[in-house]
């Protein structure tokens, strides 16, 4: 695997996080992880907890990808005598969903939902946040999943399992670092949440175009060229 495949899978990932269905409900979500309360314009928790139970959750979510990543390419693998026809598939439903994100297509069945209702105050310690984050993981909304399920197509035509493995995890790193971030800025003030809410939707549909031209490259086969054209001045690969 090379940095391009991997630097699409962290974006994707912080794409993710700013979507509408994560970014605007992250009060809610550092509120539940720590027991705490919305008030006087900001989360009132101890920084030390909240990075704690913030590092839980990111690992919970963290270990449902890998896995998913390490199904995906163990599939791929099943098929490599295949391999151009899965390549060709997976980039075709990859274009789908990056157009989707985009809001050029409006398929309903890719918009189902698995709620996830946060409310503060149930979360008691790291193992809660841990199974928090698993729950997670399990039961994303729909941006998010169009674009983990972008993710998890690349790495289907992978060449080996462990390439799909850390293409999951540099996904899971995209939305967790973010999140880390803003759930300690919001310990001081909700504005910054309020200020970049405005651009949530710009943002989807910046990630949406991203991932239909990331399909696209996969159709044609573009991206194998590309990757092997930049791996002559990269030195870091799997």
């Known amino acids: ?20 269905c994560i970014f605007p409900l992250i009060p809610a979500y550092v509120a539940h992880l720590t027991g705490s309360l919305v008030k006087d314009n900001r ?29 995906a390419s163990l599939i791929g693998q099943l098929f490599a005598e295949y391999r151009g026809a899965v390549m060709k598939i997976s980039g075709l439903l990859i274009v789908i969903f990056g157009l989707q ?20 105050g149930g979360n008691k310690g790291f193992v809660s946040s841990l199974l928090l984050g698993l729950a ?16 998890l197509l690349l790495a289907g035509s992978s060449d080996t399992m462990l390439s799909g493995m850390v293409m999951l995890f ?29 651009f949530v939707p710009t943002l989807s549909l910046v990630n949406g175009w991203i991932l239909t031209v990331m ?22 690969s799997f």
């Open 136 to 151: 997670f993981g399990t039961g994303w909304t729909p941006c998010v999943g169009i674009a983990l399920s972008s993710i």
């Open 43 to 71: 989360v009132d928790v101890e920084k030390k907890l909240l990075i704690a139970r913030s590092l839980s959750f990111i690992l919970g979510f963290s270990i449902i990808f890998v896995v998913l990543g390490a199904s």
């Open 170 to 198: 540099m996904y899971a790193i995209g939305l967790g670092v973010p999140f880390l971030i803003i759930s300690l800025l919001i310990t001081t003030s909700l504005n910054a949440v309020k200020r970049m809410n405005r």
């Open 1 to 20: 695997m090379d940095n391009v495949t991997l630097i699409v899978a962290f974006t994707a990932g912080v794409l993710s996080f700013l979507s509408p």
């Open 101 to 120: 994100m985009a809001r050029v297509l409006n398929f309903r069945l890719l918009m189902k939902e698995v709620k996830w209702q946060v409310k503060p």
């Open 215 to 236: 399909g696209i490259l996969l159709f044609t086969g573009q991206l194998q060229k590309i990757s092997s054209y930049l791996a002559q001045f990269t030195t870091f």
